[in-house]
């Protein structure tokens, strides 16, 4: 949690604290002219009521305090999410999809862009699969197929997809050997990501010069160009906080 939210909580429980203590004296001083008019049976009566009195204000206290104290972690990771997607080139996009992984990223730069690596590799692979649709099993256009679907873009598209999965993945896998931040070890393997998104990056938009280039993909390219446009934002995305991680940046 950042400085300001603990502040904030802290000064949040001592509000709390105060108004607690105030009760507790009401408690106190009805309490006193109560027992005047009792006897020791009820005096002993009334401590126990008290005392369960004071442990019920207790629990609710420390429910106060926890509660206050998450709303303002959450809210603090969220803004930490927003604010980072903030120096990407497409902000919505990568809040849409990271703004889940805020509890688990917390307030790291690190482990959002470990996130926005999975998720663009996962939706990488989804592109791909679809892509797959207007091909032969084996990724080859049947020979019916290539007018109508456009056979060697699907087939360049289908070919630069699977590299860039592979770099993505490669990538994700790289980040969890990255060691102490600034070291040497963090320095190279921060290096092979960024060289490895940038190349998957470079496939995506090969795929996509494939597609514009093919005449005989005119009735195809509409939803693969959709598909991958996508992802080639989200890598965009990914690239984009992983320099950030840069000790030079």
């Not at 005096?43 to 126990?48: A, F, G, P, Q, V």
Request: with cysteine; charged share 20%.
């Amino acid at each position: 949690m950042a400085r300001n939210e603990l502040l904030t909580c802290q000064t949040t429980i001592f509000s709390i604290l105060s108004k607690q203590n105030h009760v507790t004296h009401l408690l106190d001083y009805s309490s006193f002219f109560y027992l005047i008019q009792r006897n020791g049976n009820d005096n002993h009566r009334l401590k126990e009521s008290k005392n369960k009195r004071m442990k019920r204000s207790n629990l609710a206290l420390v429910v106060a305090i926890l509660l206050t104290c998450f709303s303002l972690a959450v809210a603090s990771t969220a803004e930490f999410v927003r604010s980072s997607c903030q120096t990407t080139n497409y902000p919505d996009l990568c809040e849409k999809y990271l703004s889940a992984y805020a509890p688990k990223v917390r307030r790291s730069p690190r482990q959002l862009a470990r996130a926005a690596l999975t998720v663009t590799a996962d939706r990488t692979a989804a592109a791909s699969k679809f892509v797959e649709r207007f091909s032969t099993p084996r990724g080859r256009p049947s020979p019916s197929a290539r007018g109508a679907r456009g056979g060697g873009a699907v087939r360049d598209c289908l070919e630069t997809l699977a590299d860039s999965v592979d770099r993505l993945r490669r990538s994700v896998r790289e980040m969890e050997r990255m060691g102490r931040y600034g070291s040497q070890s963090f320095r190279w393997h921060l290096g092979n990501v960024q060289t490895w998104v940038s190349a998957a990056l470079t496939d995506e938009n090969t795929c996509l010069d494939s597609l514009a280039q093919d005449r005989s993909a005119a009735a195809v390219r509409p939803m693969i160009r959709s598909q991958v446009v996508h992802v080639s934002h989200l890598t965009s995305n990914a690239l984009a906080l992983i320099n950030r991680l840069d000790p030079n940046h």
